[in-house]
């Protein structure tokens, strides 16, 4: 099924790489006009220029979505150069580097500025993207054009204790914020929900994709999930591709897990 995002205009933070790249491409597939935001101009600019490479609709943004007002700028760009916006995918987002050889940090191993970072980038960048949507769309809405779709990476591990501590807890406040957000939104048309991916190779998780033990790595990642393989950024973005098309015209409040069954429990036996 093509067309899924046909005619909207959708802004998608942390586009440079990951997950926000494959969102950029597999939405503008679907007939998107993206916006690709990133806190990194270069890899921002060439995501776009894949999207346009693919004959779609696109342009590169730099923002930090830590920074209200570059958030701003993100959807007065989108405006700018659209109209309007439909939909914002939240999906910037970083953790604490592991420790080298270890792996993982434990709570009393992170740093101050390290978890301020995290909380910055995780949590009020959402809340920042958030704002700054439901804004426009109040404004949209004026003109007879209400409504809007926002979609937020979470994570598993903020459902189920996964992964980093503090981490965690960053996402598991994504996780309220979309349930909470939208309760609040809800008479305005505007749909808020979130995706919890589980174990991806991603540069945003302090792994190299082109390592030469990509393959080891994804092989470990596969055997905590029960299907079997890891999580592909293109999974995570199909989700979200879902929850903004209209396909979900009446899902609201959602944290979907991607995690191939990670957070449904273990298989006892056989």
Do not use: W
């Amino acid at each position: 099924m093509q067309g899924l995002l046909e005619g909207k205009v959708a802004l998608i933070t942390g586009a440079g790489s990951g997950v926000g790249r494959a969102a950029c491409l597999l939405f503008a597939e679907h007939g998107a006009k993206v916006i690709a935001a990133d806190v990194n101009a270069d890899n921002a600019s060439e995501t776009a220029a894949m999207v346009r490479a693919q004959n779609g609709e696109a342009i590169a943004v730099e923002c930090d979505v830590a920074d209200p007002a570059s958030v701003d700028h993100a959807v007065a760009a989108a405006v700018e150069a659209f109209g309007r916006l439909d939909c914002l995918y939240n999906n910037a987002g970083i953790t604490i580097s592991p420790v080298p050889g270890k792996g993982l940090r434990s709570l009393i191993e992170c740093e101050g500025e390290d978890m301020r970072r995290v909380s910055e980038v995780n949590v009020m960048g959402v809340v920042h993207g958030c704002q700054s949507a439901i804004r426009q769309f109040e404004r949209q809405a004026k003109d007879g054009q209400g409504g809007g779709a926002i979609v937020s990476t979470a994570s598993v591990a903020g459902l189920i204790g996964y992964g980093g501590v503090f981490y965690g807890a960053t996402k598991g406040a994504v996780v309220q914020l979309t349930r909470a957000l939208a309760i609040e939104v809800a008479d305005k048309g505007i749909r808020v929900n979130a995706v919890c991916p589980a174990g991806m190779l991603t540069h945003y998780a302090g792994m190299d994709p082109d390592s030469e033990h990509r393959d080891r790595i994804l092989e470990g990642m596969g055997r905590v999930h029960p299907l079997g393989r890891a999580i592909d950024p293109r999974d995570t973005a199909s989700a979200a591709l879902f929850l903004c098309s209209d396909l979900a015209s009446n899902v609201t409040g959602v944290n979907l897990p991607v995690d191939g069954g990670l957070s449904a429990g273990r298989k006892v036996g056989g």
